[in-house]
């Protein structure tokens, strides 16, 4: 990454409405923020629409930056909470509940599945496309709990759920994930 008194150059230009500036901005953390909008969209188009009203956000939230903490950090926010508004926009109520969809698990035993699924080894793309095939549920609180690092507290908030079902669709995201990434691997051998 650049150094901050180039960053902070670029943020004053991008404040006074520089469309170099703005563009300057827009190239730097392009792929960054791309990356976080597709954990929430279902496919590049989608990921590249969130990540233009994300933007727009950033664009017009930056005075409220304050230079305390990740300048990025505090993009990858707005670009999270954007996916989500664009998830909500698209269904009213994106979030299932235990009762709209009952994954059932079988005879295998969670213990052993959750152990598996942790000595696997992906590279990071081929852990994208699985979580990318994750229902916008699932898709959503896994990004938020796993990657963006919230609480279960922040996620029932923020998605306008219980704590409970929180936890629960992580752990059925976890298991379709499990699910997702033995198929891929069967058809790699």
């Not at 035993?109 to 990318?132: F, N, R, T, W, Y």
């Not at 976890?174 to 691997?185: A, S, T, Y």
């Amino acid at each position: 990454m650049e150094n901050k008194e180039h960053l902070k150059q670029i943020i004053n230009g991008c404040l006074k409405n520089d469309r170099r500036s703005q563009e300057e901005l827009f190239t730097l953390y392009y792929g960054k923020m791309l990356s976080v909008c597709m954990r929430y969209t279902t496919d590049r188009d989608s990921a590249e629409e969130v990540l233009q009203e994300g933007f727009i956000k950033i664009f017009d939230k930056l005075k409220a930056f304050n230079y305390e903490g990740s300048f990025e950090g505090w993009m990858r926010r707005i670009m999270s909470n954007t996916a989500i508004d664009s998830i909500r926009k698209a269904k009213k109520n994106p979030i299932l509940t235990d009762k709209d969809e009952d994954f059932k698990l079988g005879a295998e035993d969670p213990m052993v599945i959750s152990e598996e699924l942790e000595s696997i080894e992906l590279k990071g793309e081929m852990a994208m496309e699985a979580i990318q095939q994750l229902s916008p549920a699932y898709k959503a609180v896994f990004n938020l709990y796993v990657l963006e690092d919230y609480t279960h507290k922040e996620i029932a908030e923020i998605l306008g759920i219980s704590e409970g079902t929180s936890k629960s669709n992580l752990s059925k995201a976890k298991v379709n994930l499990q699910k997702i990434l033995r198929e891929k691997f069967m058809n790699i051998e």
